[in-house]
């Protein structure tokens, strides 16, 4: 498998890891904190994926100084009116002798299909608990939600890709890739083509699109399955003359872009559906 594409975009960033090393010989004695440092424990948690229409999430809050208890407070706020409350009252609570409180988040009248973040801020007054030594406290956390659908069978599809294949111009294919619809919408889906067509060393990865009333389909914007270190790509705003659809009947000629890191490549792909 290999890829031969044209570069499109500006340079892929380089990462240069640092090693650290550490000193045995010159351990102090045990620090032990006298603030509060009342912190969220990332700044950002990974996407929450649901096909509820309501859910709560426990956000986890840490403080440094156990003795006593101690209530925390806090805001939320969010673009997506009518979805995020809290039934804490911007209020947090922890145990005696406890290190960890939870804020109970209530993401409701959730839509299939769409995404939710709500952002959680301490109040200025748990802020400046903050432990001036160990300097560790996040402030604010982003929890973000994917509404997502009730997938059902759709039928399969033959897979041709003409990215990564050894023969250029047949491309490489696969039968039978299963396709799914979110039930009740004109989402599709087809599940783990890259996987099924070059094996296990493939991340599990799906391609979104939507459909039309006259059978025309189009990738849904944004970021679908990744091969390697490039990831299927569609824009058809600011990129609409490099990704687009064609098809006659059921067979479909993709084009699309590859983006790895911040390069951009000329993607493409076919695929006959076998409703």
């Not at 145990?95 to 769409?114: F, Q, T």
């Not at 973000?144 to 059902?152: E, K, L, Q, R, T």
């Not at 990564?164 to 299963?178: L, Y």
């Not at 009333?213 to 990831?231: K, P």
Request: net charge negative.
């Amino acid at each position: 498998m290999n890829i031969k594409k044209y570069l499109f975009g500006v340079m892929a960033i380089a990462l240069c890891g640092l090693m650290t090393s550490c000193d045995t010989d010159n351990i102090g004695a045990k620090y032990n904190p006298s603030f509060q440092n009342v912190s969220f424990e990332v700044e950002k948690a990974s996407t929450i994926t649901t096909s509820e229409t309501t859910i709560t999430v426990p956000v986890r809050v840490t403080r440094s100084l156990t003795s006593g208890s101690y209530t925390a407070n806090y805001t939320l706020t969010s673009e997506n009116e009518g979805v995020f409350s809290s039934p804490d009252n911007g209020a947090v609570t922890f145990a005696e002798g406890s290190g960890v409180a939870y804020i109970n988040l209530v993401a409701s009248n959730l839509e299939k299909g769409k995404d939710y973040s709500c952002k959680i801020t301490l109040s200025e007054k748990d802020i400046a608990t903050a432990d001036t030594i160990t300097k560790t406290q996040v402030t604010e956390t982003i929890i973000s939600i994917h509404a997502d659908y009730n997938w059902v069978a759709a039928g399969t599809c033959k897979f041709i890709d003409f990215n990564f294949a050894d023969d250029e111009e047949n491309g490489e294919a696969v039968d039978g890739v299963k396709i799914e619809n979110g039930e009740g919408s004109n989402v599709y889906r087809i599940i783990d083509p890259y996987r099924t067509l070059y094996g296990s060393s493939v991340a599990a990865g799906n391609i979104t699109f939507t459909q039309n009333a006259d059978g025309s389909i189009q990738l849904t914007n944004g970021r679908h399955c990744t091969v390697g270190s490039y990831t299927i790509y569609s824009d058809n705003v600011d990129y609409g003359a490099y990704c687009y659809v064609e098809n006659v009947g059921n067979h479909y000629a993709v084009n699309h872009l590859l983006l790895a890191g911040t390069s951009l490549y000329i993607g493409y792909f076919e695929f006959i559906w076998n409703k």
